[in-house]
């Protein structure tokens, strides 16, 4: 039979905590729990009373039923929160099958989603909720978002979205209204994009949107796709929840984080059907200069790929530098390029992408019917969010103020490169564009061997929310990524805690 102590030991293992780590957990949040208690629980010796439970359950993340055997055997621990705050007299089970038959048919999550990874929202975020549900203030340099960093939403976008909601309220056409697509056709026509039309112009809810769904249409089971490590993940899920098999070809730290061509080329095999870049980049932040897209459009020629580039960081990009989409490089190519008003105007709620098809679309017409397909299944994407594209994308661009010098996102890249490289045992390739950085982590000196340890770790004593490199399917323990969208006062305090936390830190 199953015991406590069992539970317990599976749940610890699964967290990689140790007796030592709960003690210290406990005691940051004033929960009594002695050397000699976690011993006796984790040897069988003894069950806990209902507040330590709740605390091991809720530290562990599984639910506290699980862990008390009082549910059924079978569930994994890993990602059963538990949502209970207080001791439940009867469980679940018991209170929805009075005559205690243990039958009940238990729903589990599709298996497709068995190998999905999506860490940038994952058990070291869920920590962190708890933190805050708790009351504690959690310093959150963890997601792209530029809202909640003061960042505003340029108030015309506001102004002419209010004005147009009333005529918002029915569906559109699939791919999007007229004057969005329109408005995406001509900013195409400026960045060089090759025999594109309006038709070949889909609006979605945000990039994420489309990115499962150009995933969707083109992978069958076991279709290989090289996607960057580090990548953005939600390209690595979507092909691997589309049943395809994403293979990851290095970006080079020593090159800047371009893509390793070499590397590239020894993982196409005759199963490999497309390519992702991720241009700017997330998590490194780094922009591609021409030669070295050139070489990707050769390679994808050489081997006949289709080509997917990510530029929702287009209009982010620093230094004076020029952004080049690589669809136009590849006019006899089929490419697709991805982008959106999420980050250069501050709108990732109001949920607004588009990607737009170029290139030689005879060689993708079966493929372009299954996009038609899906674009039409899911109706159409908010309209209200399509209906400022064409004011968004014309005239003046308020992003531009921050990208120079004395702008916000310059002069927080400045500070966030300088503060943290200068901590010893970081080092960091200073980012180009968007708003993040991929710092490296000495683990030698910090005998660092998990990454999601070192994150939860740096949550839990120092209140500060960062993505470890694995969350964006880097191998090795030894990066990270901070959002630097924070002001400068907020990632001086982020930094300071960094700093102390790795003076006394080893795993
Ligand atoms: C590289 C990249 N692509 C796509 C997205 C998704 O953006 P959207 O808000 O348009 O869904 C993000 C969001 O962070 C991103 O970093």
Redesign the pocket.
């Known amino acids: 039979m199953v015991t406590f102590s069992d539970r317990l030991k599976s749940a610890m293992e699964q967290k990689h905590l140790k007796q030592v780590d709960l003690i210290r957990i406990a005691s940051q949040q004033g929960v009594k729990l002695g050397k000699s208690h976690i011993s006796q629980y984790v040897s069988g010796k003894t069950i806990p009373r209902n507040d330590i439970l709740h605390f091991l359950a809720d530290t562990l993340e599984v639910d506290a039923g699980w862990l008390s055997c009082k549910t059924a055997e079978d569930p994994a621990p890993t990602g059963s929160i538990s949502h209970s705050t207080s001791a439940p007299e009867k469980s679940q089970q018991e209170i929805l099958n009075p005559g205690g038959n243990n039958t009940m048919r238990e729903f589990k999550k599709s298996s497709k989603l068995n190998n999905v990874l999506y860490d940038v929202r994952g058990p070291v975020v869920d920590e962190a909720a708890k933190m805050e549900e708790r009351g504690t203030h959690v310093l959150k340099l963890n997601i ?1 978002n530029p809202a909640p960093f003061g960042f505003r939403t340029p108030d015309e976008i506001i102004y002419d979205m209010s004005h147009q909601l009333s005529d918002c309220e029915g569906y559109s056409a699939s791919q999007g209204l007229f004057s969005a697509r329109k408005a995406i056709m001509q900013y195409a026509q400026l960045k060089k994009l090759p025999n594109v039309t309006i038709d070949d112009i889909y609006t979605g809810n ?3 949107e489309l ?1 499962n769904l150009s995933m969707s249409a083109l992978l069958d089971d076991g279709d290989e796709i090289l996607i960057p490590s580090p990548d ?1 993940p ?1 390209w690595t899920a979507c092909a691997t929840l589309a049943g395809g098999k994403a293979v990851h070809y290095l970006c080079d730290e020593q090159s800047n984080w371009y893509p390793d061509i070499s590397d590239m080329k020894k993982k196409i095999n005759d199963r490999t059907k497309a390519l992702v870049i ?1 241009n700017p980049n ?1 998590p490194t932040g780094a922009l591609y200069p021409k030669e070295v897209l050139q070489q990707i459009v050769d390679l994808a020629r050489e081997h006949h790929l289709i080509i997917f580039s ?1 530029e ?1 960081y287009d209009r982010l990009v620093m230094d004076g530098q020029e952004h080049i989409s690589i669809a136009s490089l590849a006019p006899d190519l089929f490419c697709v390029t991805f982008s ?1 008003l ?1 980050k250069s105007h501050m709108i ?1 709620g109001f949920r607004i ?1 588009w990607m737009i098809l170029s290139g030689n679309k005879s060689i993708a017409a079966d493929y372009i019917e299954g996009l038609k397909m899906l674009s039409n299944m899911r109706l159409c994407s908010n309209v209200p969010a399509q209906s400022i594209v064409q004011t968004a994308l014309g005239g003046h661009q308020s992003v531009e103020s921050y990208i120079v010098p004395g702008g916000r996102i310059y002069e927080q890249r400045e500070y966030i490169y300088n503060a943290l490289t200068d901590i010893p045992g970081i080092s960091a390739v200073k980012p180009q564009a968007a708003f993040y950085m991929f710092p490296k982590i000495d683990t030698k000196k910090f005998d660092i061997v998990n990454d999601e340890k070192f994150a939860l770790d740096l949550l839990r004593d120092k209140k500060l929310l960062i993505v470890h490199g694995g969350g964006f399917n880097w191998k090795e323990p030894d990066h990270f990524r901070v959002v630097y969208l924070p002001r400068i006062e907020i990632l001086k305090e982020a930094v300071e805690k960094i700093g102390d936390f790795l003076s006394y830190y080893r795993q």
């Open positions: 792209g945000g990039v994420s990115i953005y939600l991720i997330n990510d929702i959106g999420s990732a992408g």
